[in-house]
């Protein structure tokens, strides 16, 4: 099977592009990836400058600019690792941490489009977070269903935090591990791969459950924020990076790919799967940014402030607001409570037009809630 070439290390820069001197078509490939790989740099560089000057919440935008660096991340580590060979299990472990953290910041903006924890408990107070959700119980239907409360959404919030810290943990040993020579990508029960691997995906398989059950609660409450696209979006190139590194471990195992000069088996495994998550990342991070780049979907629309504003009055004046929590109206006074917003000081109540007043809102003013002698700014 194996030649002398099979033995050793993976090759250096140098001895690599020896080998492609007479290779055209390597070349042609390496630089197309290249071109694709800073493209998509280029386009999170706009994206980030667009979201920085239309999205007023800084919160938001810091979670949006999260999410969206998935994808020039994991292409700018994989394109380093086409680079450098020997450098791909380093440029893995940061593209992998980095998603970690994107997870959590994505159930974070969940609860942002809410408006916070007190908002997705009040909205989804009449539903249930199902506990037969994939990828860990969806064959268990007999499962219960939890109710939406505090409790039990702190509960969903750590299954995907764990993800933040157990995985960079393991990535971690892994890292020590290969520095020390005793780290290989083979698939047996004696290499620290394998186990190191199945800790890695059953943390990622827990936080994914997590979001999951929100994601099935909140699909209608958030359909204006456009949550189903932005979901998958993140579960497709979480799923394909993952999947298609094992689909290629197997091949090795079974010598499928072959070793031939520059690379060994492994070693050309590794780098047919940055090849693919680069080109992966550039159609991936297109769709997304339809999604992510826009204020359709990432600003609250005036209802949706008003509507904030009269839960808010129905929390402070529950006697002349005991039904005011999520409605319809058109109008800023409600069962005797006045909404007056107030922006660089001036009170701009005296809007005549839905547009006027959509403008307004969208500078984030001030807003008082006025009942009789008694105000309270929300």
């Not at 030649?3 to 050793?8: E, I």
């Not at 696209?229 to 290629?248: D, E, R, S, V, Y």
């Not at 609250?300 to 004046?317: D, P, R």
């Not at 039904?323 to 005549?352: L, M, P, R, W």
Request: aromatic fraction near 12%; glycine fraction near 4%; charged fraction near 15%.
């Amino acid at each position: 099977m194996a030649d002398d070439n099979c033995s050793g290390g993976d090759p250096t820069t140098s001895e690599m592009f020896k080998e492609f001197a007479n290779d055209t078509g390597s070349l042609l490939t390496l630089i197309t990836l290249t071109l694709m790989s800073f493209t998509t740099m280029f386009l999170y560089l706009e994206s980030s400058m667009y979201i920085n000057q239309k999205i007023a919440s800084s919160r938001r935008r810091v979670r949006l600019l999260c999410i969206l660096g998935i994808y020039p991340v994991l292409s700018g580590t994989s394109l380093i690792a086409l680079y450098v060979p020997a450098a791909h299990l380093l440029c893995s472990f940061t593209g992998s941490i980095f998603f970690s953290v994107a997870m959590f910041q994505f159930l974070m903006l969940v609860f942002d489009f809410y408006g916070g924890k007190m908002y997705v408990i009040e909205v989804l107070k009449d539903q249930k977070l199902p506990l037969a959700s994939p990828p860990l119980t969806c064959c268990c239907p007999c499962l219960p269903k939890m109710d939406v409360n505090e409790k039990n959404l702190r509960w969903v919030k750590r299954l995907v935090l764990q993800v933040a810290f157990v995985r960079p943990i393991a990535l971690f040993v892994a890292s020590v591990l290969w520095a020390n020579g005793s780290y290989r990508p083979k698939l047996a029960f004696d290499e620290a791969f394998l186990y190191i691997q199945l800790i890695s995906f059953s943390s990622t398989f827990i936080a994914i459950y997590g979001i999951v059950m929100i994601f099935r609660a909140s699909r209608e409450p958030l359909k204006d924020f456009r949550i189903t696209p932005k979901f998958l979006a993140i579960q497709i190139a979480l799923i394909l990076t993952n999947g298609q590194t094992i689909f290629l471990a197997l091949l090795v195992l079974i010598d499928v790919i072959p070793c031939t000069p520059p690379f060994k088996s492994q070693t050309r495994a590794n780098y047919v799967n940055d090849m693919l998550i680069i080109t992966e990342m550039f159609f991936f991070f297109i769709m997304a940014r339809v999604y992510f780049r826009t204020r359709i979907g990432n600003e609250e629309s005036l209802q949706q402030v008003k509507n904030k504003i009269m839960l808010n009055a129905q929390k402070h004046f529950p006697d002349s607001c005991p039904n005011c929590g999520f409605k319809n109206d058109t109008t800023d006074d409600v069962n005797g409570i006045k909404i007056i917003s107030h922006i660089n000081g001036q009170q701009t109540d005296e809007a005549t037009s839905p547009e006027d007043k959509e403008n307004l809102l969208n500078q984030q003013g001030m807003f008082t809630i006025l009942n009789g002698g008694e105000t309270v700014n929300v």
